[in-house]
């Protein structure tokens, strides 16, 4: 893998050319679209499209590396649980969508599990059925998989630290925070130290505790991938990567959240927001986005130039593929 002195320093030297490309990305007029300069081309022998990255909403991705899917908290069911329209229902069922989620995920090899709140977990049990890719999670995530049926065979738990060597990429766990809402507290707290019942409602899907992922591909980028809005910066020395996908803040009670996370991750060059999308509608782009959200989101565009200038930022729209 390369030597990360060199990746930074090689970072640090073109860190005023963004290499970013999108399969059909169009400019968009909604102020939160960063308008991006001409791509340069990819410094990597590896063929352009060998890697790709769609986004699937919330905090969710699909990573085609060669011939290796990753899927990152995917949550295509999208189920309306009211949160959007001021009436949040607890016991809303864990309705999986099958016919939303064959079309899209035809293989996948990995899946990586930031937290089990219903809108990044609650897909996974039946993706990996579908596909029989290996888990990684917590030990929450680790025993909410047993209650589905997962082979534990399929299950891995990690907690922070781990370097996992896949070949022609790494991922290395790191131990993070999940946001606190304006109360400064977590929704559904809890963790799961043994296989519960099988869960029937998304109030049976508790945080579990909160990791990041850094993918790291051989000839190509390195992306920190979040599923919440906090950050123990602490963990992040080193890690110094190309790209990293930001969830958005929904409340301020993280005090420093950006400046924090970005001077952490020693400023990446593109900075990709996610988590801002209304979840409970389809995966159609435009992608919906709540008026409080929408300014919040210009807000955390407006902040992380400010922050980091020398940051691209990227908004993302559903299902395009991009080239880092």
Known sequence: M????????????????????????????????????PAAPTPTGRPR?????????TAGWRIDIADRTILVDPFLSRIDAGLFAGAFKTDTPLAVRTDV????????????VTHTHWDHFMDVPYIAGRTGARVFGTL????????????????????G????????????????????????????????????????????????DTLGYLLRVEGGPSVYLTGASDVAERNLT?????????????ATTTADYLPRLLAGLDYPKVVVPVHWDNFETPLRNPPVVAPADRARL???????????????????EYETAYHF
């Open 238 to 250: 080193g890690l110094a990567p190309d790209v990293a996908m930001v969830a958005m803040q929904s």
């Open 49 to 57: 499209g060998a890697v790709s990255f769609r986004w699937w909403g």
């Open 140 to 159: 929450t995530a680790y025993h909410l998989g047993l209650a589905y049926g997962v082979p534990s065979a399929q299950l891995s738990a990690v907690r």
């Open 101 to 112: 989620i064959d079309p899209r995920v035809d293989k996948a090899t990995t899946v990586l």
């Open 298 to 316: 210009d807000d955390m565009i407006a902040a992380v130039r400010r922050i980091s200038p020398r940051s691209r930022v990227l908004v993302p």
């Open 161 to 208: 630290g781990e370097v996992l060597d896949f070949g022609d990429h790494t991922v290395e766990v790191v131990g993070s925070l999940h946001s606190r809402n304006a109360s400064y507290s977590v929704a559904f707290p809890g963790v799961r130290v043994s296989q519960p019942a099988q869960p029937a409602t998304i109030a049976d899907l508790p945080e579990g």
């Open 2 to 37: 390369p030597n990360l002195d060199r990746r930074r320093f090689l970072r640090d030297a073109a860190a005023t050319t963004a290499l970013v490309s999108a399969g059909g990305l169009a400019a968009s007029t909604t102020p939160a679209q960063a308008a991006p300069p």
